[in-house]
């Protein structure tokens, strides 16, 4: 939304006579906003910015729920409090101009992306095709979250991207300082102090195009964007997964402890196959058989009030995971790291996920098997939630 249109909806929207673009208001009642997603489908004047009779108010939060207006007459712009919203929630307009912009495909959107020391415009953030990682896989990556401003956990994160790279056999050109910088530089330019920030390393183009890439130059980007709970609902109801058919490899067949994204290669079929099941993701049993990982989150278990784990022998020890191992142990609970057989989920009680993405989820189902979101888990979650916002 351009600003002119902007300009036009401040003087078109009004609550207790205030424009509400941006601002946040208190309310006594809640008798009529109800989203109905089929308004949302059916109307194109929605895409049209304050078309001649509609303006496209979105995402209303209560709290850490959105919920949307659409489609509002202008005759009905200006509202009266007390009509309208209540259950003492705090009501928060987003930008429009900023959701407005971040509403494209992830190549075509406004903003800033770092790219190789400087901060360029997201859609000239571009790469060759020859580029060596596009063709072999030869690139690291991090995903970080940031709340209020500060960067969860964002120096381990730089420490374990320039880790990755190691295991890849190449050298970052930047510092654990310096890629900290990137990333506060990034969110500053796109005015966030909430977003997903991913990190990201790779070869480039260069003299070599075959396996072999030692004079090709090491390149790196961080970009940022607005990402809500990964799993949507699940995060009160428990996630559905399904069970892949691909397996975690050996740490002698691939460097496990790296985030490399040539990793993520059976991750992204196994999360395809599961959504064609009409699941959330895929559970992964390792090379041995023994119980995993999600494709993209470590997993914990409950059962008789103590907590099990995968041992991260040959997948990712994420960071995530760790702290909520630190936390689990400091509220005193008995945490096991060890191998675990696929016949054992059938006698757990409670199951989550932990990741950056997914933060804490908790899990409903795998296969056949069913798991309550239980008090612990709620607890876990709503700690970690504190802990990330402390």
């Known amino acids: ?73 202008r005759a009905k712009h200006r509202f009266a409090p007390s009509a309208i919203f209540g259950l003492g929630a705090r009501l928060r307009i987003r930008n429009l101009d900023r959701e407005a ?67 890849l056999d190449f050298e970052i050109p930047y510092s654990v300082e310096g890629i900290e910088t990137a990333k506060y530089a990034v969110l500053e330019a796109n005015g966030w102090s909430n977003a997903y920030v991913r990190a990201l390393a790779w070869r480039g183009a260069g003299p070599d195009m075959g396996v072999a890439s030692l004079r090709n ?6 970009a940022a964007w607005e990402w809500g709970s990964y799993y949507g609902d699940a995060k009160m109801k428990g996630a559905k997964l399904d069970i892949a058919k691909w397996k975690r490899p050996s740490p002698e067949t691939a460097p496990s402890q790296a985030k490399a994204a040539g990793l993520y290669m059976i991750c992204t079929m196994s999360k395809h196959a599961a ?39 040959c997948f990712l020890n994420g960071i995530t995971r760790q702290t909520v191992i630190a936390m689990l142990k400091d509220k005193g609970l008995t945490v096991h790291e060890r ?16 990741g950056t993405a997914a933060e804490v989820t908790p899990v409903g189902q795998i296969g056949d098997y069913s798991f309550e979101v239980g008090a612990l888990t709620r607890d876990v979650a709503e700690s970690y939630e504190k802990l990330v916002r402390a």
């Open 1 to 73: 939304m351009r600003a002119a249109h902007l300009a036009a909806l401040k003087d078109a929207v009004g609550i207790g006579g205030k424009a509400a673009v941006g601002e946040e208001h208190r309310f006594d009642a809640l008798p009529e906003l109800f989203v109905r997603q089929e308004e949302k489908a059916r109307s194109p004047l929605r895409r049209r910015c304050l078309g001649h009779a509609l303006s496209s108010l979105r995402s209303f939060a209560f709290g850490s729920q959105y919920v949307s207006l659409v489609d509002i007459p």
């Open 101 to 167: 912009r971040m509403s494209g495909g992830y190549d075509d959107r406004d903003g800033k992306i770092w790219l190789d020391g400087q901060l360029v415009e997201w859609r000239d953030a571009q790469v060759h095709v020859l580029t060596h990682a596009l063709h072999y896989a030869s690139s690291v990556f991090e995903g970080e979250r940031c709340y209020d401003g500060r960067i969860f956990k964002g120096v381990e994160h730089s420490q374990r991207l320039r880790k990755s790279a190691e295991l």
């Open 217 to 222: 130059p090491v390149r790196m980007a961080v």
């Open 275 to 313: 959504e064609a099941k009409g699941c959330s993701d895929a559970l992964m049993f390792d090379y041995r058989g023994y119980v995993a990982e999600r494709t993209g989150a470590n997993m914990f278990f409950v059962k008789d009030g103590e907590v099990h784990t995968p041992l991260a022998d």
């Open 339 to 354: 191998h675990i057989m696929p016949e054992e989920l059938e006698g757990f009680e409670q199951c989550w996920l932990t």
